[in-house]
């Protein structure tokens, strides 16, 4: 929180010296060359460089996490089967390594107990009793040792309760609020964002209640590891669940878990998504897809093309972080989405997930999801951010790029996210830091789709292990041991204010890991400052002499206070507080009536939640 770079006197400041000396590897340089071949052309010269002895080659020749360098997201490698095996297969070794290698393990930190105490309650008439234990849960074999495989040991909040609720064939209503911060968090604050296990919350559920009907279930298709283009008929998609999502990225990051929850399981999944190539996406739908990850845009393009996709075998539709969606003027799609196609009415159950439900949202959950769905909302005792360090530091516009130079270098070097504000800033840091020897690289919206998958995926398998970012770009990013957040730029209240930095600092201290969010400050960012102080103050954070004149009444500069005399409310959060009583007190049923605090004790069900002999 004091000036660690010396920075009112640089001349006296640490010279930067060679980042490799500090630990950092090698920088990388881009090879601009690779974005005129194609994806085949580049897995050949890999290949055939590695064949004649090539070492670096032969290291990035191989798939990594199933993807090969240079290839699209959509064509990575899934469990595919040459026999007949039933509903469950073999073991491939290769495969396991590739999805499942400890780069992709779940591993909650030292202080996940903190993450534990999050307060989950839950609204309307349904009532559900929580599971502790992915043992006691009535997963199906395979799904439970995928469950292992992953690195999960312990169900989060949100997994305790959305598990039992599928099972017990509830629609389910998600919704992530932080107390009185849920003003600044609208659009941002996610359960993803706290790494609270949201993907796996809604993928365990649903993919172990098909496993061992798949063929019962799942549309006729040809054998998918003898499948040849052109030779072999292809098929019309018909998958049991949809999963739809508002960016690319976030499409890219379900699929990669669908696809090591759907290790052995004889499911197929397929991701879809504006920016990729088209073709090839088709190809795979064509062998046969079970479990369909999308962006709302791509799916109504082969909605409408019923050839290739139909809906009429849908069993689940999973909506993720849906007040993005319903702002992003995607209505026209989400109904031809949400329709079913030629499904029948009741065969479909709905599960959404978002940071609020505005208007629109909530319109979105009563046209669809059953009567009795299940509410659930995940707040906090004490802050979402319990395990991540705040720093915020005053720096001289002139000497930010040598005071993240020489932070870069007092720190361990680890995975490390810098946010900026413009697409323009990305690429000068970018540049800057890169001909300052450091391992990095970018994405930003200018950049095509290739070529931000190939860096996330560096920075994902640690090759370039500095990431900067404009903040929508990054938007839903879910890259474990990102130890350290870096807000190079602070966001403006134009540019999303605290809603921003909320997201961004949400990238580090995930599923109970330990994190360090730093901050510059300088002068242009006075707009934001009273409420990063009352944020601060809200986490339990001291405050810095230069922030202290925004301290409110009640408090201390080293964050003693009382958080609730807070106040972050706005008028249009107040008004629509009212609404919603207003609809509480006509309709028991509506939206936020009787809403108790989960507790095991207070739950309705006497039943266990599960059996799992009544499963198979």
């Not at 050949?44 to 460089?49: G, P, Q």
């Not at 659009?187 to 706290?194: A, F, G, L, Q, R």
């Not at 398998?461 to 929508?472: C, E, N, R, S, Y």
Request: proline share 6%.
């Amino acid at each position: 929180m004091t000036d660690p770079f010396n920075m009112e006197n640089v001349s006296d400041a640490v010279p930067v010296t060679n980042p490799q000396d500090h630990g950092w590897g090698d920088k990388v340089p881009y090879d601009y060359d690779s974005y005129a071949k194609t994806s085949k052309e580049l897995a050949e010269e890999n290949e055939a460089r590695a064949n004649n002895g090539d070492e670096a080659a032969a290291h990035y020749a191989g798939a990594v996490g199933g993807i090969k360098v240079g290839e699209w997201h959509n064509n990575a490698a899934v469990y595919e089967w040459d026999d007949e095996y039933g509903d469950v297969g073999p073991e491939f070794p290769e495969l396991e390594r590739q999805l499942f290698g400890s780069e992709f393990h779940v591993k909650s930190g030292i202080d996940f107990q903190k993450l534990s105490t999050i307060k989950v309650v839950q609204e309307g008439e349904v009532r559900i009793k929580p599971i502790f234990s992915f043992k006691d849960a009535g997963l199906h074999p395979v799904m439970l040792r995928n469950v292992e495989l992953a690195g999960y040991e312990i169900p989060t909040p949100i997994q305790q309760y959305c598990l039992p609720a599928v099972f017990k064939g509830y629609d389910v209503v998600a919704c992530a609020q932080t107390g009185k911060l849920h003003h600044y968090l609208k659009k941002h604050m996610s359960n993803n964002n706290i790494g609270s296990g949201k993907t796996a919350a809604f993928l365990i559920p649903t993919l172990s209640k098909l496993m061992g009907k798949a063929k019962k279930l799942c549309a006729p298709r040809p054998n998918p590891a003898k499948f040849q283009e052109g030779i072999t008929d292809p098929v019309r998609a018909e998958p049991l669940i949809c999963i739809v999502v508002p960016s690319r990225e976030l499409a890219t990051q379900i699929f990669d878990e669908a696809r090591r929850f759907c290790y052995r399981s004889m499911l197929r999944p397929c991701v879809v998504y504006g920016g990729g190539p088209i073709r090839e996406q088709i190809s795979q739908l064509q062998k046969g897809c079970d479990v369909l990850i999308g962006t709302p845009g791509r799916l109504v393009d082969f909605i409408n093309r019923p050839h290739i996709l139909t809906l009429k075998r849908l069993k689940y539709m999973i909506i993720d972080e849906a007040d993005e969606i319903v702002g992003a003027n995607w209505e026209d799609q989400m109904k031809t989405i949400m329709s079913g196609g030629d499904q029948e009415e009741g065969n479909i159950n709905y599960l959404m997930f978002s940071a609020t439900f505005p208007k629109q949202a909530r319109q979105l959950a009563k046209e669809h999801l059953a009567m009795n769905h299940l509410r659930i909302r995940v707040g906090r005792a004490g802050s979402t951010h319990v395990n991540i360090k705040q720093e915020i530091i005053h720096v001289d516009p002139a000497l930010k790029r040598t005071a993240l130079q020489q932070y870069l270098l007092s720190m361990p070097p680890a995975r490390t996210i810098i946010f900026v504000n413009s697409r323009r800033s990305a690429d000068e840091l970018d540049d800057f830091l890169f001909n300052s020897a450091f391992p990095c690289t970018s994405i930003h919206s200018d950049r095509t789709q290739r070529e931000r998958e190939d860096s996330i995926r560096a920075f994902r398998t640690g090759k370039t292990p500095i990431l900067i970012a404009t903040g929508v770009s990054a938007r839903g990013l879910d890259i474990h041991n990102v130890m350290a957040v870096i807000n190079f730029d602070l966001p403006s209240p134009t540019y999303g204010g605290m809603e921003e930095y909320c997201h961004r600092i949400g990238r580090t201290g995930r599923i109970g890991n330990t994190g360090v969010a730093m901050s510059f400050f300088t002068p242009r960012d006075e707009d934001i400052a009273p409420a990063l102080v009352k944020f601060l103050l809200e986490t339990h954070h001291p405050i810095p002499d230069f922030l202290a004149h925004h301290i409110p009444e009640g408090f201390d500069a080293s964050g003693e206070g009382n958080a609730d005399l807070l106040d972050f409310e706005d008028d249009s959060d107040v008004e629509e507080k009212e609404n919603q009583d207003q609809a509480s007190n006509q309709n028991p049923n509506s939206w936020n009536s009787n809403p108790v605090e989960a507790q095991p004790s207070q739950d309705a069900p006497e039943e266990p939640v599960v059996n799992s002999e009544n499963l198979w």
